[in-house]
């Protein structure tokens, strides 16, 4: 079965500090792996998308790892500002025989940045 | 338009009565999905639309879901005879293969 595990489920600290949030994934035969930001009461806004053959992905202040062979990618955040509270999910994309696109989400990772 | 767009914004109705949710999702976009997303919850899939193959229905919770995508493009979400449980932030989201997912801003679904 193929599950999504993002840890931590809740972060909180201070303004400026770096920190990393985590994503797990049980099958490694991906296709692309994209991280999105949830305010409360929106949608989803996508923040980076890592194809299978990348191994990283930057825009601004986030850094999106990608280690298929583990099963594990990581968004790093650098210098975190409070407009940075959120709640952060990853998601897998797996390319069936169907040519469907199978997405599946972590639960998320909610961030709380203090000034 | 730029992005995908969802109608209507909000949407509270009586239990028993039908709704439509509607998505205009990105032009050229070939493959639509509609979550539903419950408060403090994580993201629930529905169906699946990828170009004019049939569509993906395996998220759909009761046969009183239903949806619809014309012409490839605008797709319509109806749930008949509404439940409380069925309230809930309903999302749609489009892209191309290898492209990245974008996503409506949702209806937020109220049954009373």
């Known amino acids: 079965k193929q599950e999504v595990t993002q840890i931590p489920a809740a972060l909180s600290v201070p303004e400026g500090e770096n920190l990393v949030l985590n994503c797990s994934f049980t099958?490694?035969?991906?296709?692309?792996l994209q991280w999105f930001r949830q305010d409360p009461g929106k949608g989803l806004t996508s923040l980076l998308l890592?194809?299978?053959?990348?191994r990283e992905q930057t825009s601004g202040r986030l850094n999106a790892s990608l280690d298929k062979s583990s099963g594990r990618s990581t968004l790093y955040i650098a210098a975190s500002q409070p407009g940075d509270s959120a709640t952060y999910l990853c998601?897998?994309?797996?390319?069936?025989?169907?040519?469907?696109?199978?997405?599946?989400f972590g639960t998320g990772t909610r961030l709380l940045v203090s000034p | 338009g730029a992005g995908v767009s969802q109608s209507p914004s909000n949407k509270v109705t009586e239990k028993g009565k039908d709704v439509e949710l509607r998505c205009d999702p990105i032009?050229?976009?070939?493959?639509l999905y509609w979550y539903r997303q419950s408060l403090g919850q994580g993201l629930e899939f529905l169906i699946y639309f990828q170009g004019n193959s049939a569509p993906d229905k395996s998220g759909l919770p009761s046969d009183r879901f239903s949806a619809e995508r014309t012409g490839g493009s605008v797709s319509t979400l109806t749930i008949q005879r509404t439940q409380q449980e069925d309230s809930a932030v309903y999302l749609c989201?489009?892209?191309?293969?290898?492209?990245?997912?974008?996503f409506g801003n949702g209806t937020r679904l109220t049954v009373t």
């Open positions: 099958d490694s035969a991906i296709y692309n």
């Open positions: 989201a489009s892209s191309n293969r290898g492209s990245p997912l974008h």
């Open positions: 998601a897998v994309r797996y390319l069936m025989n169907t040519g469907f696109q199978k997405l599946v």
């Open positions: 032009s050229g976009h070939t493959a």
């Open positions: 890592i194809q299978s053959s990348q």
